[in-house]
Every structure is written in C-alpha cells, then in structure tokens.
C-alpha cells in the first residue's frame, strides 16, 4: 500500500516542503520538494512574520505542483533554534526468581527517566533509549528477555517550543492544511547522517546553517544533547559586506562560496563585475582572509563551548561530522573547522539520490524520521524482544 507523506522544514534562510511516497517497494521516494527563501527566524521568533505564510504557501505549491499531488495534510518539523534535549540515567530492580528483563522494566525505565527531567515547558515530541545496560555489563539497545538484577538506562526526551507549534499550526490552519505530525528535525538528521557504528561511541552532527549553527551529540539512538548558536554562514557574508562595501549577492556569489580554505595563494583574486554605473572591483586574498577566517573561528570556539557545556563525555573514539550550508561548500571547509576544533570533522555520507545537498540535511532528516516512525506504528516489537526500532521515536507525531 502507498500512503504519501508531506513535511514542511523552516530553516533559518529558506522553508523546504518535501512529499513523498511510502510503500513496500519504496521505503521513502521523494516525488516533489518546495522550496522558499525566507527571512527565517531567530531565538525569539520570525524576523519577517508577515511573510511567513506567503513562503509556507510558495513551498507547499511548488512541491504539490512537482509531486503532482493536492496536499491536505502536513507533518511539521521544529527546528532545533525551538527544540530541547534532556536525558537522564535512571536503575530499575529486576524482580523474580529467575529475574530477566521485560517490557514492563523498560516502561518504567522511561517514567523513572521522564520524571527525573522534571516539568519542562515544552511539548515532549519524542522519547529515546541511549542505552540500557544489565548489572553494569556492556551497554546495549536490546535488553528485553536478558537475565541480571538490575537494569540501567539513558533515555533522552525532546521537546519542542509550544509557541513555534501553535503558530506554525495555526498558520497551517489559515492556509487550508491540517497539521497531522509535529517532529524535531534534530533527531531525525542525527539518525539519518550519523552512521550507528559512530552514534554508538557517541558522535557530534553541527550544522552550519545561515543565520544559526546547531550542535547535536548523539548516543545510541538518542540525541543527549542539542544547542544552537546564533552564528551561521550568513555572518561571514555580512563581514564582507560591511569590510568590503559589497552586496550581499556579491559577499555570497563571488566571495564567500568562492573562498577555500587552508591554501596559500597570495596572488589569487576575487573580481566584482561592474554593475549600475559602478566599475569592477578586486580584492585579493589576504583582504578576504583577514574577514572570513577570525569569523569560522568564532564559530568553532563556541562549537568547542556547546561541547564542554553538554557534560558528555568525549574522546578519541568520538567522530564529528559537519552539514549545512554554511561552511560545507567550501574546499578546505571541513579540514579547517577541524584543525580549529582539536579533532577530525568528516563529511556527511550521502543518503539519498535526491536533494542529497548538505543544504537540505534537516529536510531529509525530518523525512525519514516520519517515515521511520509511520513504520513502527504500524508494526509490532520486533520478535525476540528487540526494543530498539520500537522505542526509536516513540512520541513522534
């Protein structure tokens, strides 16, 4: 059976609409994608909220035109700017003559957690194992039917702003669609771009986005901690703005996506074309350098704070991983915000043969992880006692 699912993601420089089709053939075909530029948001709302439903509309429209399909309902996905993390260790005894772990350990495991967290104000959006471990032994995802005495557990909650819900809902309403999921695109990029094998020696994703920088570190299947920085791409092309006396289609086009990093080329040039009376210009690398380097590093100092704010604990085993468009582009970009952070930052393996662009990875997270969930829901525990698929974003939508 094809059942057609459509997700609306806001980043901080465009809202991207995907639709796409779910069946037994086709895991998660993307058949349509909208996208429109927008002013985006910050930490206290939209910049520009009189014409966020004009650009909803303009994605939506796009995408319906291209899927070929009249869209009516709409899956949202939070961003991270609107998005918190919490997680939280917690011990269940085992009970018994012959003690082995069930489902209802692993339910209470999740109370015991959600009550540690305490109120939060926000909407919970999603619960997720890290890890449980039996009697202190080796940390796994499928604990159910194994004997000990005693069960531990990380479970992670997400929550998402109850205000950004309610007015994107609302918007939604006001536009003729009806909001049927609301998801965190955090951990659904997480899951989606950062390989299990690294998730389970905890991992780092940061996303360099236009206005914003998230940090995501995951464990497990869980995302344990989640920070956005109000630094982005888009401040690099305003230092060159402001230092050069350019447009910001110039700082972007001719300059900032042109730069490459960790090179020594001092007569290597960046030409503006004349334009509207005005004559043709050239800056040479060293006056492009002086203003786009000291602001990466200000990006990757306050990545290096994110993480030593998160209290998890890292080490040579941990990978990092960039995505976003802010820095991804750029040759040399990985390299450099890696020997500014101490440690390798890899690229984002590829998922998917479409809009497999680091611009689009909170879509494509956001994606998957509906179609994720829309798969557990209509499927039983896996046999044997397997929890990890069925836990997996267990509040989502």
């Not at 291209?66 to 917690?90: C, H, M, W």
């Not at 692993?106 to 957690?113: D, G, N």
């Not at 090179?263 to 203003?291: H, L, M, W």
């Not at 998160?310 to 960039?322: A, R």
């Amino acid at each position: 059976m094809k059942t057609t699912v459509a997700a609306v993601d806001f980043g901080t420089s465009k809202i991207v609409t995907l639709v796409a089709d779910n069946s037994g053939s086709l895991r998660c075909d993307i058949v349509g994608a909208g996208i429109a530029a927008y002013d985006g948001f910050m930490d206290d709302g939209w910049n520009n909220p009189a014409e966020v439903n004009n650009r909803i509309r303009e994605s939506i429209e796009d995408a319906e035109l291209q899927s070929k399909r009249k869209l009516r309902d709409i899956n949202i996905g939070v961003p991270a700017a609107f998005t918190r993390a919490y997680s939280a260790e917690v011990t269940v005894e085992l009970k018994g003559t012959d003690p082995r772990v069930t489902g209802a350990d692993i339910k209470q495991a999740f109370r015991l957690a959600e009550e540690k967290v305490g109120e939060v104000n926000g909407i919970k959006v999603h619960a997720t194992p890290a890890w449980f471990a039996i009697d202190n032994g080796k940390k796994t995802l499928e604990p159910v039917g194994k004997a000990g005495r005693e069960l531990k557990a990380m479970i992670s909650f997400v929550f998402a702003d109850r205000f950004f819900v309610e007015d994107v809902t609302l918007r939604m309403s006001d536009l003729g669609f009806n909001v049927v999921g609301v998801y965190a695109t955090a951990p659904g990029e997480m899951m989606l771009f950062l390989p299990e094998e690294e998730r389970d020696h905890t991992a780092v994703l940061i996303d360099i986005g236009y206005l914003t920088t998230d940090v995501m570190i995951a464990e497990g299947d869980a995302l344990v901690y989640l920070e956005t920085i109000d630094i982005g791409g888009g401040n690099i092309t305003a230092d060159l703005v402001y230092g050069l006396d350019v447009t910001m289609e110039e700082a972007e086009d001719k300059i900032k996506r042109q730069y490459v990093y960790g090179i020594e080329t001092p007569d290597e040039t960046y030409d503006i074309p004349g334009k509207d009376g005005k004559p043709p210009r050239s800056f040479k690398r060293a006056e492009v350098t002086r203003i786009i380097e000291p602001r990466v590093e200000e990006i990757a100092e306050e990545i290096k704070k994110a993480v030593e704010r998160s209290g998890v604990k890292l080490g040579s085993w941990s990978s990092y991983y960039m995505t976003g468009g802010g820095l991804s582009f750029n040759r040399g970009g990985f390299k450099f915000l890696g020997q500014k952070l101490g440690t390798t930052v890899k690229e984002t393996p590829k998922r998917t043969a479409k809009l497999n662009s680091h611009a689009y990875s909170s879509a494509l997270g956001l994606m998957d992880l509906i179609i994720d969930t829309i798969e557990i829901k209509n499927r039983q525990p896996a046999g044997g006692g397997k929890v990890k698929g069925f836990f997996r974003n267990l509040l989502g939508g």
